[in-house]
């Protein structure tokens, strides 16, 4: 399957910002409708954003949605997630994910390849 492997978490102070990416292994990035998702202790994983293959559709849970941006960058096969104006409510392990085709994309068992993810604290 493709390889995912995401970097850029951390500790970071509510209302700061923090930039996560997922860099993705193989020659058909292009093809694949990438996602964000998110899963604090105790709670299920959740959906956060998801970018179709051209980067021309994007969709927001509406937890996350005017603060959140996701984009990508074909030529590098890598799909950004920028968090702007964080909240203790977004501590949580980040995961990207990948999925091919056409489909639902909100729920993890959309996704087919998922990376090991990476910790997000939001604390003061």
């Known amino acids: 399957q493709v390889q995912l492997v995401e970097s850029g978490g951390g500790l970071v102070q509510p209302g700061g910002s923090l930039r996560l990416s997922c860099v993705a292994s193989g020659l058909t990035f292009n093809t694949l409708i990438m996602g964000w998702f998110r899963q604090a202790p105790g709670k299920e994983r959740e959906f956060v954003a998801h970018i179709s293959q051209s980067g021309r559709t994007r969709y927001y849970a509406d937890a996350v949605n005017n603060r959140f941006a996701i984009s990508r960058d074909n030529a590098r096969n890598i799909v950004f997630l920028q968090m702007n104006k964080v909240k203790q409510e977004d501590t949580a392990v980040y995961y990207c994910?990948?999925?091919?085709?056409?489909?639902?994309?909100?729920?993890?068992?959309?996704?087919?390849?998922w990376g090991q993810g990476t910790q997000v604290t939001v604390s003061s």
């Open positions: 994910a990948a999925k091919y085709g056409f489909g639902e994309f909100t729920a993890p068992q959309d996704y087919t390849s």
